[in-house]
């Protein structure tokens, strides 16, 4: 399989730590979609990354449905979410809260980043970076109850894998505006424990 995509993308990010995490044989294309545009519209006519080339060449897009195919594939005894009942809603709940973090994040990193000067709308980038707090805020609220459990149930799974991400991107990127030192102490303390491991020490974005 081939991945699709820079892992300074959260998205990207998730999708290539949990492909190192079940162990499945990939390769890293790692393609901008500031600079190499039009090698990503050839994957996908939608130009996003993460995209996931499988080996018959079925080209998949999505993070979050990139990984419910893997989930399924790797079976329930491994799968990062659980595949049925109460205990999918729960994650996939859990889940909206780091990807919005991440969106967010993104949003306002954008705005801040890349519109020309004077064209920046403060009120409009600081509400995002508002609602990433937030969501990262509920986060580091489970992982202070959880100590150094995993958010959901006894096994590490997507929520523990993109809530590390999220957090991440935000210090990456916004780290002042997101996630000032000390704010979400458990969030940093998850992140410092997983980022030890190799599945995200591989995946870290240098730049
Ligand atoms: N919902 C998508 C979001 C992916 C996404 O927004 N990727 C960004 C990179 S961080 C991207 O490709 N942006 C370019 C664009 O949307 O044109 C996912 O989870 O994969």
Known sequence: ????????????????????????????????????????????PLGRVPALVLDDGTVLIDSNA?????????????????????????????????????????????????????????????QCEAQARGALGVLDDLQAARGEKPLLGERFGQADVSAVVAYDFARLTLPERVAPAGAFPHLAAASERANRLPPFARTQWKG
């Open 66 to 126: 990139i990984l419910d195919y893997l989930d399924h594939r790797a079976g329930e005894d491994r799968a990062l979410v659980p595949l049925h009942g109460p205990a999918r809603a729960e994650a996939m709940n859990l889940l909206a809260f780091a990807v919005g973090a991440c969106e967010k994040t993104v949003a306002a990193y954008y705005e801040r980043e890349r519109r020309p000067n004077g064209l920046v709308w403060d009120d409009w980038a600081s």
């Open 1 to 44: 399989m081939k991945l699709i995509g820079r892992y300074m993308s959260p998205f990207v990010r998730r999708v290539g730590v949990s492909l190192h995490l079940l162990e499945f044989d990939f390769t890293n294309e790692p393609l901008s979609v500031l600079t190499d545009r039009d090698r990503i519209l050839a994957y996908s």
